[in-house]
């Protein structure tokens, strides 16, 4: 949990609703719905989704800590509202007398979160885990991650990010062709994107005790969006082959001040941002569930079988870079509210 | 701060010694001071490394916690006297009569925390950074990992790390030419490697919130390590050009139980352990301190020169992973005192 | 945060709705949503309650962790709607456009949080600082330690509440009588209390450092709670006039197993539960809003005035322990999954 | 643990040395080596102190974190060795090889942690629990509120203690006949006492979630303190018989700001501090060993016996409100840090 921009998220994928609570906010930070709306539109879009994106058109509703546009400091609450749950509401009921074998299933899915979770958490429905585990819960974070982008606005702070990869491709037209080569052969792809957040102040993070480094706290925040595996910052995934007379990014003067060439260190130097932009760069794996099956064990009768499915995305990509932003957006909140005073705007 | 396995460090590089207290751990626990011992001398080793490692011959002592050979339950502390501090009292007085220009700079070191660190905490003499932010803190952290190991063991957990590539090099005789080269001509060498463990648990970790998933807290111990600068798991950094078909690691049936072949996910699928190996890669960056000088900017007078440097290695890819090992070992030690009851051994 | 059971709640007291997000609950726990409206339900009881308590009739809402009657292991969220939004929609709109000066007070209340949160927040009117300060925000904390106890009965922890004395009543009649003298008055009171919680394992909490005291968890959990200014355990309170040959509790045997014949110590030694009832004494302050008024200051023009107030209540007291017992529960809880670790029931 | 002031302390009461370590100080604090050990003299003064506390005279050494009589902002060290341990270091050796008996007692201490302690830690020789149950620990708790209080001097807060009661003792004089009569009976003696804070700006804390109230915060670094039973504001003992209309602190003017005549509040409402005076109160139980005995169990065989006593004190309550003093000291620092961040002095 963040020490200052503290935050729980809750909701399952079919369920009535996704919510959040912020708690640690300033007083007046005025509040745009519609940035928060637009954000959860770009999460949604993206060249490879699927059926399920165009049924949900995806909103928050905001129900305490805000009044008249701007935050009162008190504990802020976002709610997005499954438009499909009139369909799962007796599915994913609270009630024990609406127990069901309906959607139930039990073949573990290879790569998702089924095995391990039944196992810690003790369930025989496998339901019981992916409605939690399934990348739907992004859609809560990317909402908080708007108030934090609110947030990094309002100090002058702005952000990007790119796709860099996909399967063989590097350009738009070849991410394209290789998504769409996926997708006749049933398959999925992963991809490599990078996030950019720009004039940060120096020395956000800090090097005088491990938990405290800025980089640290941000590979935590990028490696456990489901679906990633790879963190990196800067040139960070080449270093181990780049000399360190070509690696470190030398000092100049500039106008008086001290001015870069070069940002192979990704704007983190000792665990603190150093002024550059800060480069975090991750690789998704391709989406666990595809139209070409996976072997696996049925844990009912533990009988070797093939993977159960959901109607799917071959590609997702530009969703997790999404994602990626609002996580790395709530940790810079979070920094900049730790160095900077903060009981109102 | 980690829940249960709590700890602070602290210790200046040519401070009198590094210092840390570890708080949380059960009684009963058996503390062998020569493991921990031997540890620390892996730390010291390797290939590529300078004079400074010939001076030092690290050995812990344990001033508290515990008892004719096993802990108490009351928080641990261990001590490294720096052999060196002789030279040094002076210098890192405490005293404010001390106070000596002797040993200080003012020119940033581009790599290091020099820049950032002095800007955030208004130093002049960089000195005042270098001392805390220096890899030799790592030495009390691989002692206090080496504790989190002796309790890991006690679970019948075991390990290993492995040096995959350092410059072109991919077997231990490129590494040792590779390395060669590089000091010759007076520049570093960083490299990827990889840590295992063995024998987990299923299920530790969580996919329920995203600060409780386990690759996102191993990938901030790891990142945070002075000079990581990327952090992958299994085949992580290459899942954006293998489709889905091929990545996911399917399951059979072998003895009764849940057998894979394959392990692309390094061991952790939806935030959690999964019974295969955990597969952790990082990649170190190439040692910012070179005898090839760097350009730079000297802040006493904001000209442009060129970075000071002190003694130094080539390359020390093979302490970074006996840091990552003991850095790896205090999350596990942490899940496993958060899953498993654990007040005594 | 506590460590385990960690919870956030949301919501103004004329508000939407209030909410809370509980993380960390094992999977396959009952949730009986009467037990936790019926609790709601003494929280809006006791002699001295004024009109709103017959408006209210608070119920609560599972929007997500709970199905088919048990908790999947993943967030919980407890939704309580105020059934009088209607009256409130425009004057707590989070829309920019809606703002208006009804309903607005600048004449500081003395007892409540207007003056020091305005400072803090930097608020004007000070209904931006009571909406959230109000004692209505204990509905939700009363739901959320409902849920601790249903962890806790699974455990055969049970619980009970008192009410010690009342002004200078110290029988129920007498209580009766000193609440109608002081609502006569346009006067409040406060009382004191008392929590007991039985059959608490030996140990939870530790002796080995300051913060993981169990006695110190649950005084910061009744000290703050609106109103309560006083803490105490067991004889506590009067402990510094008793001699330790008469205070502490001796020990003695039955049936093979240490007995004791009193329990001074409220059920805690050394920061941990000893096997006696675990006794925890809280005072609350008489309620700061009167129909007698109070001298102020108005902060918008610095004039001196009178106090501002809503229809209130005489005495509060047997609220309060309502809300002390949940909120001892969910420390409880916490302990209780921190030293019998539990994924699942 | 706190946030910003984070600290772990650490050390037998007959081991080599207490220490502590804290984290998270900014850089550019003066260290006044001569006021931390004048605090530390001061807690083990006080009329009714026994014999050891002539044997003990603690000084503090500081091994990091400090260079030429200012903080660096890494983390500073301090150590108090026990000038005792000569005699202690077989007893308390940490080798396998020098296991003893001697010193050994396993007849559980009335209102000590012993029994508690025992069952949770699972141990035979009782003094494994009482070396860090023992109040010797508070020395470096004390040490580490000098720093917390170095900060606060340094935003111009002050602060002082004063016993209010010690049996039916009310004056000096009173205190020591009350001690004086205890002592001659082989007895011991609590007392009350209460600790001010001032000059503290207004709005430390916060009403919005219940974490973050400060008397929350500081009710639980009081009541931790061994052998205190109770904690309060201002009058909140009595809260429970004053009506309203005299409990409340009206607000008048003077020279233009909000002004009080009374402070019943003890300076906190709504859960932050509103300008006035922070008072704090608290009870201390008498100490748990007497000459007298009392009648306990013998845990080795389970019969009935009476209690082991060490050389010990008749009263401690000044002692006890320095430790209250630091204890308090260390929240109000982590508050101003949260509220002024500062990277450096």
Redesign the interface.
């Known amino acids: 949990?963040l020490?200052?921009f503290?935050?729980?998220?809750?909701?399952?994928s079919h369920?009535?609703?996704?919510?959040?609570?912020i708690?640690g906010l300033?007083?007046?930070l005025?509040?745009d719905?519609e940035f928060i709306n637009s954000e959860l539109k770009r999460r949604q879009q993206g060249y490879g989704r699927g059926g399920r994106m165009r049924i949900e058109s995806d909103c928050v509703e905001?129900?305490?800590?805000?009044?008249?546009?701007?935050t009162?400091?008190?504990?802020?609450?976002l709610v997005i509202y499954n438009k499909d749950f009139e369909n799962w509401q007796k599915i994913?009921?609270?009630?024990?007398?609406?127990?069901?074998d309906e959607k139930s299933f039990t073949a573990?899915r290879?790569?998702?979160?089924?095995?391990?979770?039944s196992?810690?958490?003790?369930?025989k429905d496998l339901r019981?885990?992916l409605?939690?585990?399934s990348a739907r819960k992004t859609a809560i974070?990317v909402a908080v991650g708007s108030v934090a982008k609110l947030l990094l606005k309002h100090y002058g702070i702005s952000w990007s990010s790119d796709i860099i990869?996909?399967?063989?491709g590097k350009t738009e037209e070849e991410f394209h062709s290789e998504i769409d080569k996926?997708k006749e052969?049933g398959?999925?792809?992963?991809?490599?994107f990078q996030v950019c957040f720009n004039n940060l102040p120096?020395?956000l993070g800090?090097?005088?005790?491990?938990?405290r480094?800025l980089?640290?706290?941000?590979?935590?925040?990028?490696?456990?969006?489901?679906a990633v595996?790879?963190?990196?910052?800067?040139?960070?995934?080449?270093?181990?082959?780049?000399?360190?007379?070509q690696?470190?990014?030398?000092?100049?003067?500039k106008d008086?001040k001290?001015n870069r060439k070069t940002n192979?260190?990704?704007g983190v130097?000792?665990?603190?941002?150093?002024?550059e932009a800060l480069v975090v760069k991750a690789?998704?794996?391709?989406?666990?569930t595809?139209k070409?099956s996976?072997?696996?064990?049925d844990s009912s009768n533990?009988?070797?079988t093939t993977a159960h499915f959901e109607r799917s995305d071959t590609c997702a990509v530009e969703a997790c870079s999404v994602v990626a932003e609002a996580?790395i957006a709530c940790v810079l909140a979070n920094e900049m509210m730790?160095?900077?005073?903060c009981?109102?705007i």
Chains 1, 2, 3, 4 share one sequence.
């Open positions: 949990m020490e200052k503290r935050f729980l998220t809750a909701g399952e369920g009535k609703c996704l919510m959040a609570i708690e300033p007083s007046g005025e509040i719905l905001i129900t305490s800590g805000v009044r008249f546009g701007k009162l400091g008190s504990p802020v609450t994913m009921s609270s009630r024990a007398e609406d127990e069901t573990y290879p790569g998702h979160a089924d095995y391990a979770g196992v810690k958490y003790n369930q019981n885990i409605e939690r585990s974070e990869q996909i399967g063989d996926a052969a398959d999925t792809l992963g991809g490599k120096v020395g800090s090097h005088v005790h491990w938990d480094a980089d640290g706290k941000i590979a935590q925040a990028v490696m456990s969006i489901p595996k790879s963190v990196s910052f800067g040139s960070g995934e080449d270093a181990y082959k780049i000399p360190g007379s690696f470190h990014d030398e000092m100049f003067l008086g001290v192979n260190a990704g130097e000792g665990g603190m941002t150093n002024g690789v998704m794996k391709p989406i666990p595809l070409k996976l072997n696996t064990v533990m009988t070797e996580r730790l160095n900077f005073p009981d109102y």
